[in-house]
């Protein structure tokens, strides 16, 4: 449920951003915003991605903006507007996708 108990998972991304933006207040570095960039040309999308690299990131999320939210099974993302950006497998080393909860 998104502001005001209404539900958001059918609103475009960029809603959804702004109204993050608008309801979180950032506490680094316990609670970040991620970075967001919108890119115009597949030059600013390879450019983003090999800034993530750089930066030790494992990757970059593209989305189209109007996307609505959807939990993301495997190939459903680049299907419905979203895509998944990481490099080949084996090229960072050892890596694991973890959530952290306690």
Known sequence: K????????????????????RA?????????IAESTLAESTAQIEASFEAALKA???GIVVKRGTAPYMHVGKGAAQRDG????????GT???TLDLLCVG
Do not use: A, I
């Open 82 to 89: 979203w895509w998944k950006m990481k490099p080949s497998e």
């Open 92 to 94: 960072l080393g050892d």
């Open 24 to 32: 979180l207040e950032e506490k680094p570095p316990y609670l970040r």
């Open 56 to 58: 030790r990131d494992e």
């Open 2 to 21: 998104g502001e005001k108990g209404l539900d958001l998972t059918g609103t475009g991304f960029e809603q959804r951003r702004r109204l993050l933006m």
